[in-house]
């Protein structure tokens, strides 16, 4: 509530209510929408590795890690891990280039112009 335009609003004779989703909401939405990114494909990754060293989900359920393993263990058949690995480099990716796509369709200070 210190900013300066949270301060601006207060002076000209704005509501509590409207200066958090006119001002307060809308400049921390581009702050959630940078972290959520990173934490989907840390969730990923932490979900793979957990499952491929046998402490994720059960082993009837199919996983990235459960794949990887089986692929450890048949060495002969590369393309099970490199599929793999593939996808989880597209998925990744993926979730890395849309996050930033949004975050910069919601940052204020991208269209705010000062003069």
Excluded: C
Excluded at 23 to 46: E, K, L, R
């Amino acid at each position: 509530k210190a900013r300066d335009y949270v301060l601006a609003a207060k002076a000209l004779g704005a509501s509590n209510s409207r200066i958090i989703f006119r001002h307060i909401i809308p400049n921390t939405i581009s702050v959630i929408v940078t972290y959520a990114p990173f934490a989907v494909s840390g969730g990923i990754v932490a979900l793979t590795s957990l499952d491929y060293l046998g402490f994720g989900l059960a082993p009837p359920t199919p996983s990235w890690g459960e794949l990887l393993q089986q692929a450890w263990t048949h060495m002969d058949s590369w393309w099970i891990g490199a599929s793999v690995i593939g996808a989880m480099t597209i998925t990744l990716v993926a979730v890395t280039f849309i996050g930033e796509a949004v975050r910069e369709a919601f940052d204020p200070k991208l269209y705010t112009t000062y003069e």
